[in-house]
């Protein structure tokens, strides 16, 4: 079987760790696309193992297992890692004990509490790190918010760096765009954490005890998904079933090892 450009797909039956992206690439809001149920039987038969990661930080872990039921897959908490996850570990390791100011949903501020971070969704002056997430509960107050805290100099990080997020309609607001937001106000951009920082990706296989030269990246984003399986070194697949068009793919700087339209290519593969 060959992607868009003629390339085999036959490497990818040497792999064993399927690092997933989830919107826009395995469904679109609450529509499962095509495949998507065909691939995660396949390689659960065969004995690779489906880990799913995702940038978006709206929701915990626990709202995606949720989620995915609701979509007709069984999961448990240990196959995902999220840009949350990789945001608590970098708060964990990099500013333990600092008091965090979180612009986030409820899901988000809950799981970052969870791995043992000191969170606050109101102002306060001894507030020492800001972090933004995917805010699909966002208010004016938390805009002023982070704008007033971010006048002290003080650390900032963001989730995820995406600009839109697929959804039924087409698509809307994501992090890196209320980040652009902040930053007109301000002057101020954040570190970002999730894709396409490899670390998101590295962490996954660390947790799994997995080699990079064993693993493939697979999503619809090339300047998220593909550009941080390229940055850890992990064979990378583009699906055009979401963000990415085989335009942008022929335009981008972001060269994937392999396009496919979707999923479904996959599943038949396999």
Known sequence: MLDYFGKSLDILKSKKIFLLDMDGTLYIDETLLDGTLD?????HR?????????????????????????LGIRS????????????ALFLTREYPGKKTYCMGTRSLIRELINNGIDITDEYAEDVEVVV??????????????VCRLL???LPYLATNPDWVCPVWYGFAPDCGAMAEMIAHATGKRPRFIGKPEPMILLEALRKWNARTEEAVVIGDRLYTDIQSGLNAEITTVAVLSGESSIEDVIRSPQKPDFVIPSVRTLADLF
């Open 132 to 145: 933004l997430g995917y805010d699909t509960e966002l208010t004016y107050r938390k805009l002023e918010d």
């Open 46 to 70: 065969d004995g690779r193992r489906p880990i799913f990661v995702t940038n978006n930080s709206s929701r915990s872990v626990d709202d995606y297992v949720a989620k995915l039921s609701r």
């Open 151 to 153: 006048k002290k100099d």
């Open 39 to 43: 691939l995660l039987a396949s390689l």
């Open 76 to 87: 448990s908490p240990e196959e995902f890692f999220t840009s949350s996850m990789a945001t």
